[in-house]
């Protein structure tokens, strides 16, 4: 056996084989695959290199050294034991495994997100329609006043700041939203629960002042084109948010946290395409539904078009069906 | 890989038998990185803010922010949304682009990891970084520092649902590598500092005067007088410069 001595000039004779895995490191993350005698060479450099490692750290525990040595070892072992995927092949997989597979695994979650949006929708509408005063309890006084005097609070807003500007601001606002209704999810399903009943309290109180004040077809004319897919995304993420609050409340077999971390994982892909579907409609709602030169025909195709697509792009319907034979990996 | 978290570290085993323990940063080193960062963001959004004013119009224009009379076109485009993007996408994008690091954390020494050790992945940063919104409730994060405070490994929720931890950064250090020079952190060379360490380990087995002999003479050659100290002095020395 090697002295201190005998193990320092071992170590020293390495070194300059390391400065070469690192270089061949570097390439070979950026690279997508390795052929075989590349993965050969980095298995028989990363044996080696892991004796050094140890070597090391027995010589020289807790030096830069030794951590130097080890972060070394760490990123080729990571390398070779990474499952090498195409980067194409992982984006096609997510649109056709991952988020159809994700939309069935939160199925019950979706029709109780929906049934608390529309029973707090259809219950607020009803008591405004009968005691319209309640609605000064979550609308401004601003927007009732101008209800009042027939106007909605939407007219002339493409006079104040331009399309671009007006639909950033809605689709900012309607991301944050949906992204709180999800977030609220981890204190078990509570937070998402007041968000949801909150926005579908909103929908319904205004709904029934601008019908009280004869201006029911104004407001089915502007908000047509884009609130269909606007509000099936607030549900959507609501429902994750809510998927996420049972993985608390009922972990099953894994420890609560894993079950959180697991539907947190699953769910937040739906959240993902849920918000780019809310640039689309914010950009709807900038350009055509204050446009008072757009007709009903227009705004129902609009509509339909973005809703239709909503659909099958979560159910992985819009994709071809060999991507859903792809694992990803090689 | 398997992965073992204790309250201090993160073991790592790899399949080919390597294990390494990965340090994790806990709430002062987490609250450091964050400051630094929070001031690097709000810097950068406050000056894009104030350069796209002046360059756009002036200190006139800077005036006029207040006023209904604004040219939105023109200062949404290239003033707010840019200054807004800064603040708001600095933690998601610094973080996918740089590895699980930001300046902050560059600079506080940490870098987020996924529970095997790995830099996180773009899935998990983006989930943390969603649950901002809870952790940062209802001000100055009280809800994520609680969380930190209360949980064994120091993360917030939006590292409890991402599957990622801050871990100190242990990076490639290539001069590291040069075996001739010395450490700069302990002033010992790797030579002197396996000898140091062998005579650590042989340190109950040798009498007081070896012991002496032995560390004064090791001593010495660091440059530390050593006149008249007695063994347990020299142990302590000694075992300051393991430490570094």
């Not at chain 2, 209904?68 to 998601?92: K, Q, R």
């Not at chain 2, 870098?111 to 940062?136: F, H, K, M, Q, T």
């Amino acid at each position: 056996m090697l002295g201190v001595d005998g193990q320092m000039r071992w170590l020293s004779a390495r070194a300059a084989r390391w400065g070469v895995l690192e270089g061949w490191l570097k390439r070979a993350e950026r690279s997508d695959s390795l052929d075989v005698r590349e993965a050969t060479e980095l298995n028989e450099e990363l044996a080696a290199l892991t004796e050094d490692a140890q070597l090391a750290r027995a010589l020289a525990p807790r030096t830069r050294f030794s951590e130097s040595l080890d972060a070394l070892a760490l990123r080729g072992h990571r390398l070779s034991e990474r499952p090498l995927k195409r980067r194409g092949d992982a984006v096609k997989t997510f649109l056709a495994v991952e988020v159809p597979d994700a939309l069935k695994s939160i199925h019950g979650a979706l029709w109780v997100s929906l049934a608390i949006f529309l029973s707090a929708t259809v219950l607020s509408f009803a008591l405004v329609r009968a005691n319209p005063e309640l609605a000064q309890l979550f609308a401004s006084e601003e927007m009732i006043a101008g209800v009042e005097r027939g106007e909605l609070w939407t007219e002339g807003l493409l006079n104040v700041m331009p399309s671009s500007i007006l639909a950033f601001e809605i689709m900012t606002n309607n991301i944050m939203v949906t992204l709180v209704a999800f977030a609220l999810g981890v204190f078990y399903g509570v937070g998402t629960f007041y968000i949801l009943a909150t926005n579908g309290v909103m929908l319904g109180t205004i709904s029934a002042l601008c019908v009280v004040h004869g201006v029911g077809f104004k407001l089915l004319e502007f908000v047509l084109a884009h609130g269909v897919t606007e509000l099936s995304v607030i549900v959507l993420a609501a429902a994750c948010g809510l998927a996420v609050g049972d993985a608390l409340t009922h972990p099953g077999d894994q420890t609560r946290t894993a079950a959180f971390r697991d539907a947190f994982r699953r769910t937040g892909k739906l959240v993902l395409m849920g918000a780019l579907f809310l640039v689309l409609s914010g950009i709807v709602e900038g350009y055509i539904s204050p446009n008072e030169s757009a007709s009903m025909l227009l705004r129902g195709i609009a509509s339909l078009s973005l809703f239709t697509l909503f659909l099958l792009v979560l159910s992985g319907r819009a994709f071809p069906p060999s991507w859903r034979g792809l694992s990803g990996e090689i | 890989m398997s992965e073992r978290a204790s309250e201090q570290t993160l073991t790592v085993t790899t399949a080919q038998g390597l294990t390494v323990e990965i340090e994790l940063a806990q709430l002062g080193a987490r609250s450091f990185a964050f400051v630094l960062d929070w001031h690097i963001r709000v810097l950068l959004a406050l000056g894009w803010f104030l350069l796209g004013m002046l360059v756009i119009g002036g200190t006139e224009k800077l005036r006029d922010i207040f006023n209904a009379d604004i040219d939105w076109e023109m200062v949404g485009y290239w003033v707010m949304l840019p200054s807004a993007a800064i603040y708001l996408f600095y933690h998601p994008l610094l973080e996918v682009l740089m590895h699980g690091s930001t300046p902050g954390k560059r600079m506080a020494g940490v870098r987020v990891v996924g529970l095997n050790g790995e830099p996180a992945g773009v899935a998990a940063i983006l989930i943390r970084n969603v649950l901002r919104i809870v952790d940062s409730a209802p001000a100055f994060y009280a809800i994520g520092l609680i969380c930190c405070a209360l949980n064994r490994h120091h993360v917030r929720i939006g590292d409890l649902a991402a599957g990622t931890l801050l871990a100190y950064d242990r990076r490639v250090d290539k001069d590291a590598f040069n075996l001739t020079q010395a450490s700069p952190a302990s002033a010992l060379s790797l030579k002197q500092r396996a000898l140091l360490l062998e005579l650590l380990e042989r340190w109950p087995e040798l009498s007081d005067a070896v012991r002496i002999h032995a560390a004064a003479t090791l001593l010495a050659k660091l440059g530390e007088p050593t006149v008249g100290a007695g063994a347990a002095l020299l142990k302590s020395r000694l075992e300051a410069y393991v430490r570094g």
